[in-house]
């Protein structure tokens, strides 16, 4: 139950894109459809953001894009806005009913 | 409202023991899998335990397996963490976590706001 790896910081102007890699193994990322994003803002819960590799919850917007491939799940946010600025992490399930997070990746907005 | 209120934090001796609650309301909580996850101070995420809607299926972090015990009573729409021999490392902002389905697979849609437990002599 090693953490995923993510950078740990990315950065974009606001309008611009930035991608968020989330690496895993065999036995998590590449094993399952089951990689999820969460936002988080300082001092608050974790949101969820995108399900099951590339679905998003209602109310989250279109800007934010996941997929996978091989070991490797990605996060996508297009059209960069000041709210987007927070820490993401990603989650895989990991088999025998447990989860793991990746190291969490700060996105600043320039 | 759609709610998650956790309890039961607090400041423990190393060795010692804490139960968490958490208390679901909003939602039918037996339709639903359901998880504790951490976040020590300035740290990030990490996945503690999870349970299936009928406590068939339940799975554990390495770094807690053996101490800690997660349980649920449908009938109280509560979740439960039983933490036994607390070391300094489980020091933590403790979230409960709603899955969006029934099995242990991990996609948390709905979070409370965290109960803190700070081991320390």
């Known amino acids: ?110 | 409202e759609v709610q998650l209120v956790e309890s039961g934090g607090g400041l423990v001796q190393p060795g010692r023991s804490l139960r968490l609650s958490c208390a679901a309301s909003g939602f039918t909580f037996d339709d639903y899998a359901m998880h504790w996850v951490r976040q020590a101070p300035g740290k990030g995420l990490e996945w503690v335990s999870g349970i299936s809607w009928n406590s068939g299926s339940i799975g554990y972090a390495d770094s807690v397996k053996g101490r800690f015990t997660i349980s649920r009573d449908n009938a109280k729409n509560s979740l439960y963490l039983q933490m036994n021999s607390l070391r300094a490392e489980d020091t933590a902002l403790y979230y409960c976590a709603k899955d969006m389905g029934i099995a242990v697979v991990g996609a948390f849609d709905i979070w409370g706001q965290g109960t803190m437990v700070t081991v320390s002599s």
Not at chain 1, 9 to 20: C, M, Y
Not at chain 1, 21 to 29: F, K, L, N
Not at chain 1, 82 to 88: G, K, N
Request: aromatic share 10%; charged share 15%; with cysteine.
């Open chain 1, 1 to 110: 139950q090693s953490a995923l790896t993510q950078p740990r910081s990315v950065s974009g102007s606001p309008g611009q894109s930035v991608t968020i890699s989330c690496t895993g193994t065999s036995s998590d990322v590449g094993g399952y459809n089951y990689v999820s994003w969460y936002q988080q803002h300082p001092g608050k819960a974790p949101k969820l953001m995108i399900y099951d590799v590339s679905k998003r919850p209602s109310g989250v917007p279109d800007r934010f894009s996941g997929s996978k491939s091989g070991n490797t799940a990605s996060l996508t946010i297009s059209g960069l806005q000041a709210e987007d600025e927070a820490d993401y992490y990603c989650c895989s399930y990991a088999g025998s009913y447990t989860g793991v997070f990746g190291t969490g990746t700060k996105v600043t907005v320039l």
